[in-house]
């Protein structure tokens, strides 16, 4: 390797971790250093496989004509595959073992699924007639997708909090 090559390689490598550190808190970075991007964005991901799973679920449950109760529960249980999927995948895909990599995305999805699911499915279950609604309802789909919009807003200051404890999805960082 010549001395061009090496010093542009220098640079992409420094400026790749530069980069990285804005992800969140990693080993030996205090939890001042979370920002609330990287904390929104740990929540958009959470966010994502539990909209799928919750979806899914609310709209199973409600074609079958399952009571609120089951549909709730296959909602809840489906959100929780998905969540942890998403990372379940993206640290298998980085080389870890099945056992390893589940470990993982409990560790890092737990807590921020559960708040979600919590806030997501109160202000369903709060709002009037949301519990009744049908698929085809404006207020089937404005009460859910409502409720992942606070369940967002609630939930990144909680991933913040996590992460800069070196909880959360700083745990899949150290995969990287």
């Known amino acids: 390797m010549n001395v061009m090559d090496h010093s542009a390689h220098h640079t992409s490598t420094a400026h790749d971790h530069a980069a990285h550190q804005g992800h969140g ?4 970075h205090g939890p001042g250093s979370v920002t609330w991007g990287a904390a929104a964005k740990a929540t958009l991901h959470c966010l994502t496989g539990c909209a799928i799973g919750e979806i899914l679920g609310m709209a199973i449950g409600t074609a079958l004509m399952w009571g609120n109760l089951q549909t709730m ?12 999927s998403f990372t379940l995948f993206a640290v298998r895909k980085a080389g870890l073992d ?15 699924i559960a708040v979600m ?9 709060i709002t009037p ?6 698929l085809s309802d404006a207020l089937f789909w404005t009460s859910l997708l409502g409720g992942f919009a ?3 807003v609630i939930t990144t200051p909680v991933n913040k909090w996590m992460i800069g404890r070196g909880k959360g999805h700083a745990v899949v960082h150290a995969y990287h």
């Open 25 to 28: 808190s990693h080993g030996g």
């Open 73 to 84: 529960i296959l909602a809840i249980t489906l959100a929780f595959v998905f969540g942890y």
């Open 98 to 112: 099945w056992k390893i990599a589940i470990k993982v995305a409990l560790a890092a999805d737990t807590v921020s």
């Open 117 to 125: 699911e919590l806030v997501d499915n109160g202000i369903i279950a």
């Open 129 to 134: 007639g949301a519990m009744d609604a049908h």
């Open 150 to 152: 606070v369940a967002f």
